[in-house]
Every structure is written in structure tokens, then in C-alpha cells.
């Protein structure tokens, strides 16, 4: 438990889980079987989706999107350094090279299509947006940047579960899922997520040649699977080299649990980003990311930026003081020693944003008296 008096995040769980759980404990069978079928199955009909692939984690989620298109030595793949590092980490251990753009502006923190297409090379092979927080990148016009130079999309859709995007030129149908508009859509599932089963990622995609190459290499490059396998004679053939990206089924049982509540605890969610935004209104020295699209979010997370760094630092301990825990989502991926040396990229929004963000407390158990008491803490700043 956390000695937080107002944690930044807390599970939404309760007897739906630990039934699950059993449920699994009961049938005595662990390895990707039934629930994990079933999990797919009901994460497809979320996503209207032709495909999905539950896998252990969304940085396996990633790494096979990359495997699968083919992404490999000499390709450059364009991506946002305001992510967590496990996208850029992906495309390194490909062989590739990412290619950093900025952001669109510090209230919103999502890839920017205009610095995309400066970035495009003869080498790029494709983009990989991040649905910052639950708020859907620019879709529309990163969409007609693939199309224009035949380039992949992979979307990183960790933070963006049961969202949908909405684009007021139409370009774009209304309702289309998050991780459902790309090529591949990737997602996440750790125990901070809207979805959180502490480990677990999944894959969508409505291509059919890409969906048979993710099922095949997510499990050594099997034909057929232990489940497909039990109980019957027979043996399986080995396609390609695969890896041991599987979901075992006490997570899939749990991630069905979690995912007949999503959509409400989303709901939830943006309530209390509406409550935020109504209280920072007109604050001097605090700007609320992507408060016009509350709406239309996920709800991931509630981020703040100040007007400086000494001002991020004031907020960060006042509202210490009074037992609330703060973030930061993220430091600059450029940042990272890792990675300053070998990318000097200079994305001044990005850096702006790094040091001036703050992400706040919010899931669906926060009540409004606490969102309330952050608030006026926070402009209480001086």
C-alpha cells in the first residue's frame, strides 16, 4: 500500500479479479489457452479490430510490430522523445534508427506532423506516434504522411486504451479506436494502466498478412500452439524464427475482469479531467495538457505544465507537503545517457516540456475533494 495520502494511481480492483484468478486456478491450465482466447476475442470486438494478439508485455508489443513489418538495419524510424524509452529501446535492438521529432506545443505533448515530414528520409520506414496520456495524436495528417511516402504506421497506444479519435475535418471516420488506424497498434497493461493486469501488452491489426507473421513469431514461430495442440495427436511445424512473447492465463483472466470495467472507469476518468480543467481555469502559472479535448480522452493521465522549472519545482513540494504524490511523464528520451551522446537532435518544445511538466494523481477512486484540494494547492504556487 502506498504512504501516499493521495496516491497518483490506485487499482480499480475488487472480487471480479480474484474470482478470475481462481477461475484460472481451477481449470489448472497456465500457458496461453481458453482465457487468453477469450481475451483477444472480447479486446478485438473493444477495437473493432480484425486481429488481436495478447503478448507479455506492450515492449514484446513493440518489438514484434517492428519484426513483423520488417523494420532492420539502415531503416530510420520517426517517433516522439516524449515517450517512455521502450519504443526508441525497440527500434535500436531492430537495428534501426530512431529519428526524433518535437512535440506539437506544451499543451500538447504529442508528435508533430509539420517536424514528421521534415524528418523523412529515402531510409524512413515508418512512424510511430504516442497517444500522449489517453489524447490521440494528430491521425488525420499523419495518416496522409504515410500514404504520400509509403511508410509504416505503428501506433503506441499504451496510454490510449478505449479511446476513440475525432477529427473535426472528417478526414478521419469518427469512432475509429485508438491502435486501430495504423497498420499495428500496440498497448500496454501494466499495473498502472486504465487496463492494468500488472504485466501484459496486445497487438491489433486488420491486415491479414501481418496478423499470420504475429501469431506465429509471438511464439517461436510455432504453426500451432500448446492449447490448439492439447489433447489432440499431432505435431507442429516451425516457420521462422520466433521468439516467447506469450500471455499466460492468469493475466488474460485478469485482463477480462479489468475489461468489462474500462469503459466506465474511462468515463469516470475524464469527469475528473473536467474537474481539473474547471478548477485551473485561468491560472496564471499552470496549463493543463490537451484541456479542450477532455471529451474525447482516455484519461491516462492528468498533466500539468508550469510556467518554469523553479514553478514545477515549487508545485512538486506543496503538494508533498500535504501527502500528495506527483510524476513526470516523461523525461526526454534525448535526455538519457544512453542517449545524448549518439542523438543531438534539439527539440526545444520537448525540452521545455520535460522540465515544466508535472503529472498529477488520477484514477477512477480519486473523489473531486481531493482533485479540489490539489487545485487550489497548485494556485496557491507563488
Known amino acids: 500500500m502506498s504512504d501516499w495520502r493521495v496516491p497518483l494511481s490506485v487499482l480499480d480492483y475488487g472480487v471480479e479479479e480474484a474470482e478470475a484468478a481462481q477461475r484460472v486456478i481451477g481449470h489448472r491450465w497456465l500457458s496461453m489457452g481458453p482465457e487468453v482466447l477469450a481475451f483477444e476475442r472480447e479486446f478485438a470486438t473493444l477495437q ?58 506544451l499543451d500538447e505533448p504529442t508528435i508533430d ?42 501506433e503506441d497506444s499504451c496510454h490510449a486504451v478505449g479511446a476513440s479519435y475525432h477529427d473535426g475535418q472528417g478526414r478521419t471516420p469518427h469512432g475509429t479506436m485508438a491502435g486501430s488506424i495504423g497498420d499495428i497498434g500496440t498497448f500496454s497493461f501494466y499495473a498502472n494502466k486504465n487496463l492494468a493486469c500488472g504485466e501484459g501488452g496486445m497487438l491489433v491489426t486488420d491486415r491479414d498478412d501481418l496478423a499470420t507473421r504475429i501469431q506465429m513469431l509471438r511464439s517461436h514461430g510455432m504453426t500451432r500452439s500448446s492449447w490448439e495442440r492439447h489433447g489432440r495427436a499431432g505435431s507442429y511445424d516451425i516457420a521462422l524464427p520466433g521468439f516467447n512473447y506469450r500471455l499466460d492465463e492468469l493475466h488474460a483472466a485478469i485482463g477480462r475482469a479489468q475489461l468489462v470495467k474500462l469503459l466506465d472507469g474511462n468515463a469516470r476518468r475524464r469527469q475528473l479531467l473536467a474537474r481539473y480543467r474547471d478548477g485551473l481555469a485561468g491560472a496564471e502559472r499552470w496549463t ?44 526526454s528520451i534525448l535526455e538519457f545517457s544512453g542517449y545524448r551522446e549518439r542523438f543531438t537532435a534539439h527539440l526545444e518544445i520537448t525540452r521545455q516540456f520535460a522540465r515544466r511538466a508535472i503529472t498529477l494523481p488520477l484514477h477512477p477512486n480519486l473523489s473531486v475533494e481531493h482533485v479540489d484540494e490539489i487545485v ?7
Open 376 to 382: 487550489h494547492t497548485l494556485r496557491a504556487v507563488q
Open 288 to 331: 493543463m495538457v490537451f484541456a479542450g479535448q477532455v471529451e474525447h480522452s482516455a484519461g491516462h493521465l492528468m498533466v500539468v505544465v508550469a510556467d518554469c522549472s523553479e514553478t514545477r519545482s515549487a508545485g512538486i513540494e506543496a503538494l508533498r507537503a500535504i501527502g500528495v504524490q506527483t510524476s513526470m511523464h516523461y523525461p
Open 113 to 154: 506532423p509539420q517536424h514528421v515530414a521534415q524528418l523523412i528520409t529515402p531510409r524512413t520506414k515508418a512512424i510511430v506516434p504516442m497517444h500522449y496520456g489517453g489524447n490521440l495524436a494528430r491521425m488525420s495528417e499523419l495518416l496522409e504522411i504515410c500514404k504520400r511516402h509509403g511508410l509504416v504506421m505503428i
Open 48 to 105: 473493432s479490430s480484425k486481429h488481436a494478439f495478447a503478448v507479455s508485455n506492450a515492449t514484446a508489443a513493440l518489438h514484434l510490430a517492428m519484426h513483423t513489418v520488417g523494420i532492420g538495419p539502415g531503416d530510420e524510424v520517426i517517433q516522439p522523445a516524449i515517450n517512455f524509452v521502450a519504443s526508441a529501446n525497440m527500434t535500436l535492438l531492430a537495428g534501426a534508427t530512431p529519428v526524433f521529432a518535437d512535440i506539437c506545443s
